[in-house]
């Protein structure tokens, strides 16, 4: 159902680059500024290019990974608008909430790759696109490119010790929602699920220099014995050349029998991906315009959304209830 979004990238992947990281062009500052999930960073930048009002683009999109911190408004009307570069959904969604606090004006969405609106309730999560998970190991790796969701459960749960597994920086939307996908019930992402001490040790959420590994990046996959899961429409943005090369020697998996270039419907790990704005913004401009309803203008960029990988959400622009 969903193979158009793959066979949209082969074809534009030739006619067009990829999105550039952090606004570009002018205006130089955008009324409507977002941060957050690397899942969704390149899309969201292809969107923030292609939606104007009134002839201006008025939405910027800062990527995941950078500079150490961004300024996301005119430093003579707002001072206090360099902030450290938030790194994935959580902390995007914390630096939405801390700019609400303040009320410096600096941040007005974030972008989620998981739903955490019951946790958030002054802030709407409105769902946009489509994405699929699966895992992803080297082309020349001893792990099978055939695995069921329990394989994956016996892997991360360290009931099967064969393997290698890798997980994100804890925060990352990815990592939330693939611990809700393939963890026993009622386990509890945190800081110290993974890793030496926590209560699956055998997973590594630090890389060789004892850094966060971040999303969707194959050259973590440096052990013919690693997994990682990785996003199918992220993957295919960067094979196709719609997102920066970040796979390296990465391919991925068949999981529960579904072939990673379909992201269709039949996808076990199949999940929304959402904008996230204040709960009071709902129905006000430029809010209404850019984000609410099927009508709104990143809903009626289907082109642009399955040009990077994705699947238009059936429910795009609506937003959740907790």
Request: proline content about 6%.
């Given at each position: 159902?969903?193979?158009?979004?793959?066979?949209?990238?082969?074809?534009?992947?030739?006619?067009?680059?990829?999105?550039?990281?952090?606004?570009?062009?002018?205006?130089?500052?955008?009324?409507?500024?977002?941060?957050?999930?690397?899942?969704?960073?390149?899309?969201?930048?292809?969107?923030?290019?292609?939606?104007?009002?009134?002839?201006?683009?008025?939405?910027?999109?800062?990527?995941?990974?950078?500079?150490?911190?961004?300024?996301?408004?005119?430093?003579?009307?707002?001072?206090?608008?360099?902030?450290?570069?938030?790194?994935?959904?959580?902390?995007?969604?914390?630096?939405?909430?801390?700019?609400?606090?303040?009320?410096?004006?600096?941040?007005?969405?974030?972008?989620?790759?998981?739903?955490?609106?019951?946790?958030?309730?002054?802030?709407?999560?409105?769902?946009?696109?489509?994405?699929?998970?699966?895992?992803?190991?080297?082309?020349?790796?001893?792990?099978?490119?055939?695995?069921?969701?329990?394989?994956?459960?016996?892997?991360?749960?360290?009931?099967?010790?064969?393997?290698?597994?890798?997980?994100?920086?804890?925060?990352?939307?990815?990592?939330?929602?693939?611990?809700?996908?393939?963890?026993?019930?009622?386990?509890?992402?945190?800081?110290?699920?993974?890793?030496?001490?926590?209560?699956?040790?055998?997973?590594?959420?630090?890389?060789?220099?004892?850094?966060?590994?971040?999303?969707?990046?194959?050259?973590?996959?440096?052990?013919?014995?690693?997994?990682?899961?990785?996003?199918?429409?992220?993957?295919?943005?960067?094979?196709?050349?719609?997102?920066?090369?970040?796979?390296?020697?990465?391919?991925?998996?068949?999981?529960?029998?579904?072939?990673?270039?379909?992201?269709?419907?039949?996808?076990?790990?199949?999940?929304?991906?959402?904008?996230?704005?204040?709960?009071?913004?709902?129905?006000?401009?430029?809010?209404?315009?850019?984000?609410d309803g099927p009508a709104s203008?990143?809903?009626?960029?289907?082109?642009?959304?399955?040009?990077?990988?994705?699947?238009?959400?059936?429910?795009c622009g609506v937003a959740v209830?907790?």
């Amino acid at each position: 159902m969903l193979l158009a979004a793959s066979a949209a990238l082969a074809a534009l992947a030739m006619a067009s680059g990829s999105a550039q990281a952090d606004p570009t062009g002018a205006p130089t500052y955008r009324e409507i500024v977002g941060t957050g999930s690397d899942t969704t960073q390149t899309v969201m930048n292809g969107l923030a290019d292609a939606i104007t009002v009134n002839g201006v683009k008025v939405m910027g999109s800062y990527d995941a990974r950078g500079t150490t911190t961004i300024t996301t408004k005119d430093a003579a009307t707002n001072p206090n608008c360099t902030i450290a570069r938030p790194e994935g959904s959580t902390p995007g969604v914390n630096a939405l909430k801390a700019d609400i606090a303040s009320g410096n004006g600096c941040v007005q969405f974030a972008r989620s790759s998981s739903n955490a609106a019951t946790a958030n309730p002054t802030l709407k999560y409105i769902p946009f696109a489509v994405d699929a998970l699966t895992y992803a190991v080297r082309s020349d790796s001893t792990v099978p490119k055939k695995l069921t969701k329990a394989n994956l459960t016996s892997i991360y749960t360290c009931a099967t010790t064969t393997f290698k597994p890798l997980a994100p920086q804890f925060g990352s939307g990815t990592r939330a929602f693939f611990v809700k996908s393939i963890m026993p019930a009622g386990t509890v992402d945190s800081a110290t699920l993974f890793g030496v001490g926590g209560q699956y040790p055998c997973v590594n959420d630090k890389d060789a220099a004892n850094e966060p590994i971040q999303e969707h990046v194959g050259t973590y996959l440096t052990d013919v014995k690693h997994l990682l899961p990785y996003s199918i429409a992220v993957y295919n943005s960067q094979i196709y050349g719609q997102a920066p090369a970040a796979q390296g020697k990465a391919v991925l998996g068949v999981l529960d029998s579904i072939q990673p270039s379909n992201l269709n419907t039949a996808s076990t790990m199949k999940r929304d991906v959402y904008n996230v704005v204040p709960a009071d913004k709902i129905g006000l401009e430029p809010y209404k315009t850019i984000f609410d309803g099927p009508a709104s203008q990143i809903c009626t960029k289907g082109d642009v959304i399955t040009k990077y990988g994705f699947g238009v959400a059936a429910n795009c622009g609506v937003a959740v209830t907790p």
